[in-house]
């Protein structure tokens, strides 16, 4: 659904307030993973089934070591935790689908994690409910309609701030894409649309980003994120 400029603005201050602190952001600190240069990018937490996952691109937990970038609102009590949670075997405690271009992380790793070291996570979930199924997926068509991305992007410095984009989303010769290039740190993020319904118009998470091809980005699309999520 293509929404006018109003509404689209609306729809991403709610997701910032309902969801940002759903949103995580990712780094990967392999030797010769330079800032802005691919190294950086967006993970995001879902609850399915009663369990809490960490998704995020499979491209950003191949090799080497990463983190995970924590701001004060995500943690409790405040001033305990660290500024990231460092993975050293990052490939080797993500759950990766290279078929699918998505990895999973078990959250429960990551609350061991924040218990050991005295602190809370303090965080907010993509719901079940939210993210689209195999019929929400199929009535994405060839005609753009509006997409919210929620991600950490890359600021001056090397900060990573929470950002919002409003893009367009289409069918492209059978895939599901966003049809601009998004700045560094996009690459793993959630993406929202709202579709028609039968108790009208809702929110969707339509998938995640995957890195840029052909002057935009494919999306790893929510009806197929659930298998990897369930083989989890």
């Known amino acids: 659904m293509l929404l006018d400029p109003d509404t689209e603005n609306d729809v991403a201050y709610e997701l910032c307030q309902l969801l940002g602190r759903a949103i995580l952001p990712l780094r990967r600190t392999d030797a010769g993973v330079q800032a802005g240069a691919g190294g950086e990018g967006t993970a995001f937490l879902f609850t399915g089934r009663g369990r809490e996952y960490l998704l995020t691109a499979d491209a950003l937990t191949r090799d080497g070591a990463g983190e995970i970038g924590l701001r004060a609102s995500v ?36 609350h061991e994690h924040a218990a050991g070291q005295g602190w809370r996570w303090r965080t907010q979930q993509v719901p079940d409910a939210v993210a689209a199924d195999r019929d929400a997926i199929a009535r994405i068509g060839v005609e753009p309609g509006s997409a919210v991305v929620l991600a950490h992007g890359v600021g001056e410095g090397g900060g990573r701030p929470l950002e919002v984009a409003v893009e367009r989303v289409a069918r492209v010769d059978g895939a599901v894409r966003l049809l601009t290039e998004l700045p560094a740190g996009y690459v793993g993020a959630p993406v929202f649309g709202v579709q028609a319904g039968d108790d009208g118009p809702g929110l969707r998470c339509l998938g995640l980003v995957l890195p840029a091809r052909d002057g935009g980005h494919p999306l790893a699309t929510f009806d197929r994120i659930r298998e990897a999520v369930d083989a989890a």
């Open 75 to 110: 943690t409790e009590p405040a001033g305990v935790a660290a500024d990231a949670v460092a993975l050293p075997d990052l490939a080797d405690r993500w759950r990766q689908h290279e078929d699918l271009g998505v990895a999973v992380l078990p959250a429960v790793a990551l």
